[in-house]
């Protein structure tokens, strides 16, 4: 099994009540509410807490892109990536992901991968997106174009790492008379490809083709879907012709360790209903706007999503730990829960969210400390 430990950057000084008073923590939140100079701090604090998962012996570092949120400060993963590679020397760092439907060149997309990698030596995961529908109101891109641009800029991205150039490209959304990739990537043919999504029948069906067989990571899902849906690529794979690896599945939880299942509550409590209550939620068009998604896949989340309870605010602890949405407990839970949706899928991709919505700098750390000595080694 390996182990990524992931980040949102949240903007933890960001004023809770103020804030609930617009809809969503994404796009509509005015940026009166972000004080550059917290803010720093905030990039300071992160910073440390991922180079420290190279210490604790963690295999991958992930960050990942958003915009125009108080949920992850992030829009540009590439710079955060930079930093890491001059603060550590052999762990992996995956940008999961980058969202390629909204970029208005892809060849931008290419060289900054090929150009991280070869200045970390071959350490860079490059994780590829749609991006959530909030993205599309961000940046204006239609969203039913989404997945045809994504799949459209994913092809030049990796024919412009593999080819030599200069070639032309001519696609329906993306246009380039030369393509000339200075610099080429570090790694042969490429860097590793992982798909992070909530679930897409799409998504599953192109991740697991025979020529990609991308690793697929669940995010943000109760217990019950992350098991469907790994399951469901499994199926896929088989139905493509060939037995998927535990290799190809992860599963992105947050998850709090502490000595005692009451202690772990305790400590998280703050961290996890902020994160769904306040940073996450935002309403169903901005989620999931007109022609994001096909119609099928549309019903499909819906349906699983309220019947497993899901909604916008208030959600407990409780109710988030009941549903295995997140993890939190002792050691020994802990290990239990996790070897638990292994056993059903077989997944060997753990990618640890150690730190969520307000939670302090004090807790992260302990967090990732306990993770790493009392659970992380027994799940190897």
């Given at each position: 099994?390996?182990?990524?430990?992931?980040?949102?950057?949240?903007?933890?000084?960001?004023?809770?009540?103020?804030?609930?008073?617009?809809?969503?923590?994404?796009?509509?939140?005015?940026?009166?509410?972000?004080?550059?100079?917290?803010?720093?701090?905030?990039?300071?604090?992160?910073?440390?807490?991922?180079?420290?998962?190279?210490?604790?012996?963690?295999?991958?570092?992930?960050?990942?892109?958003?915009?125009?949120?108080?949920?992850?400060?992030?829009?540009?993963?590439?710079?955060?990536?930079?930093?890491?590679?001059?603060?550590?020397?052999?762990?992996?760092?995956?940008?999961?992901?980058?969202?390629?439907?909204?970029?208005?060149?892809?060849?931008?997309?290419?060289?900054?991968?090929?150009?991280?990698?070869?200045?970390?030596?071959?350490?860079?995961?490059?994780?590829?997106?749609?991006?959530?529908?909030?993205?599309?109101?961000?940046?204006?891109?239609?969203?039913?174009?989404?997945?045809?641009?994504?799949?459209?800029?994913?092809?030049?991205?990796?024919?412009?790492?593999?080819?030599?150039?200069?070639?032309?490209?001519?696609?329906?959304?993306?246009?380039?008379?030369?393509?000339?990739?200075?610099?080429?990537?570090?790694?042969?043919?490429?860097?590793?490809?992982?798909?992070?999504?909530?679930?897409?029948?799409?998504?599953?069906?192109?991740?697991?083709?025979?020529?990609?067989?991308?690793?697929?990571?669940?995010?943000?899902?109760?217990?019950?879907?992350?098991?469907?849906?790994?399951?469901?690529?499994?199926?896929?794979?088989?139905?493509?012709?060939?037995?998927?690896?535990?290799?190809?599945?992860?599963?992105?939880?947050?998850?709090?360790?502490?000595?005692?299942?009451?202690?772990?509550?305790?400590?998280a409590k703050a961290g996890i209903e902020t994160l769904f209550n306040n940073f996450l939620p935002m309403p169903w068009e901005m989620l999931l706007p007109p022609g994001y998604t096909s119609n099928a896949?549309?019903?499909?989340?819906?349906?699983?999503?309220?019947?497993?309870?899901?909604?916008?605010?208030?959600?407990?602890?409780?109710?988030?730990?009941?549903?295995?949405?997140?993890?939190?407990?002792?050691?020994?839970?802990?290990?239990?829960?996790?070897?638990?949706?292994?056993?059903?899928?077989?997944?060997?991709?753990?990618?640890?969210?150690?730190q969520f919505g307000v939670m302090p700098d004090e807790f992260a750390k302990r967090n990732m400390e306990l993770f790493a000595s009392e659970v992380m080694p027994k799940l190897r």
């Open positions: 099994m390996k182990f990524t430990c992931f980040h949102l950057m949240p903007y933890r000084p960001l004023d809770l009540k103020a804030a609930a008073e617009h809809r969503s923590a994404w796009v509509v939140l005015p940026n009166s509410f972000y004080d550059p100079k917290k803010g720093a701090a905030e990039y300071d604090s992160y910073l440390d807490q991922l180079t420290s998962a190279e210490k604790l012996g963690f295999d991958v570092i992930g960050v990942n892109e958003h915009h125009q949120t108080a949920y992850g400060m992030m829009p540009a993963p590439n710079l955060i990536a930079s930093a890491l590679i001059q603060r550590t020397k052999t762990i992996k760092i995956a940008i999961l992901g980058r969202a390629l439907p909204i970029v208005g060149n892809p060849i931008n997309i290419a060289e900054e991968f090929a150009m991280l990698d070869v200045l970390s030596k071959g350490r860079i995961i490059a994780g590829f997106v749609r991006g959530i529908g909030a993205e599309y109101h961000s940046t204006g891109v239609n969203p039913a174009f989404s997945h045809e641009r994504f799949h459209e800029a994913h092809d030049l991205i990796i024919k412009a790492w593999t080819t030599v150039g200069p070639f032309e490209f001519e696609g329906n959304h993306f246009r380039n008379r030369y393509v000339n990739l200075w610099p080429r990537p570090y790694q042969t043919p490429h860097p590793p490809v992982w798909i992070p999504s909530m679930g897409s029948r799409e998504t599953i069906d192109w991740a697991s083709a025979p020529e990609r067989k991308y690793p697929f990571l669940v995010t943000f899902s109760s217990e019950a879907a992350v098991v469907r849906y790994l399951n469901m690529y499994r199926d896929t794979a088989q139905g493509h012709g060939y037995t998927a690896e535990g290799s190809q599945l992860g599963w992105a939880v947050p998850l709090y360790v502490a000595d005692t299942d009451a202690r772990a509550r305790e400590e896949s549309l019903k499909a989340t819906m349906k699983i999503r309220t019947a497993l309870g899901s909604r916008a605010r208030n959600q407990t602890i409780d109710e988030l730990m009941a549903n295995g949405t997140a993890v939190i407990g002792s050691p020994r839970t802990v290990l239990e829960k996790i070897e638990r949706v292994r056993e059903q899928t077989g997944l060997e991709n753990l990618i640890v969210m150690p």
